[in-house]
């Protein structure tokens, strides 16, 4: 079974401070994702990953940025954390191709910016 | 842009019966793909079914079949024989191909609730 692993939970940090989110897989998985979930939005696209120390922007990408040093580790970076950024963040990831293998999500972080 | 229209903010269901959960989608690219996913209250997401725009049969898997009208693009998920575990939100997402592009763009959720 694949398995991603989300770091935290629950997190909660201050406004101004800089948060890590992390994320592992372990099935050797080319492409990994970041989402955050809002009730009555959806699950919208912050990040994505194709390959190591490669990104893309995804729908909402305005006060993140991403690491991917190891292809099994995929890092979802808030410079400078915000309240609006209180939110449930989920990561994916999935097999190469053309995007007809499922994607595989952690069991979510949910973060509090006080 | 992707557009995936759920117009079921929330469904009922007597366990045993079966229930369909509605989902359009909005694409202009000829391939395509769709997914169903269901997040339970603990929140993880879990992978239930793909249809290809290409494939000509609907897809089944166990308890869950899609009942795929391309010309309509719709995409209904059919659960038969509801059982109380069940319960959870449940998201259609479709993918597009492009490039080096591609992305998967989720709908907002029908939140079922299946009944004793």
Same mark, same amino acid.
């Given at each position: 079974d694949v398995k991603v692993t989300q770091s935290s939970r629950y997190l909660v940090k201050r406004t101004g401070e800089k948060v890590f989110l992390e994320c592992v897989q +372990?099935? +050797?998985?080319e492409n990994m994702f970041w989402y955050r979930q809002d009730p009555g939005l959806g699950l919208r696209l912050i990040y994505f990953s194709y390959d190591v120390k490669m990104k893309e922007k995804g729908d909402i990408p305005e006060g993140y940025s991403v690491s991917r040093e190891k292809k099994e580790r995929f890092s979802l970076i808030l410079e400078s954390a915000s309240t609006n950024q209180t939110s449930m963040y989920l990561c994916a990831s999935s097999s190469g191709g053309y995007g007809n293998q499922p994607q595989h999500f952690g069991d979510g972080t949910r973060l509090s910016i006080l | 842009a992707q557009k995936i229209t759920q117009t079921q903010p929330g469904m009922f269901v007597q366990e045993k019966e079966a229930v369909t959960l509605d989902c359009t989608y909005d694409t202009s690219d000829q391939s395509y793909g769709l997914f169903w996913y269901k997040q339970p209250s603990s929140g993880e997401m879990i992978f239930l079914i793909y249809q290809g725009s290409y494939d000509e049969q609907n897809a089944t898997e166990g308890r869950y079949s899609l009942n795929f009208q391309k010309a309509r693009k719709s995409a209904n998920l059919v659960i038969s024989a509801?059982?109380?575990?069940?319960s959870a939100m449940y998201f259609c997402a479709v993918f597009t191909y492009g490039g080096s592009n591609y992305k998967l763009t989720f709908g907002k959720g029908t939140l079922l609730t299946v009944n004793p």
């Open positions: +372990d099935m +050797d998985h | 509801s059982q109380l575990g069940d």
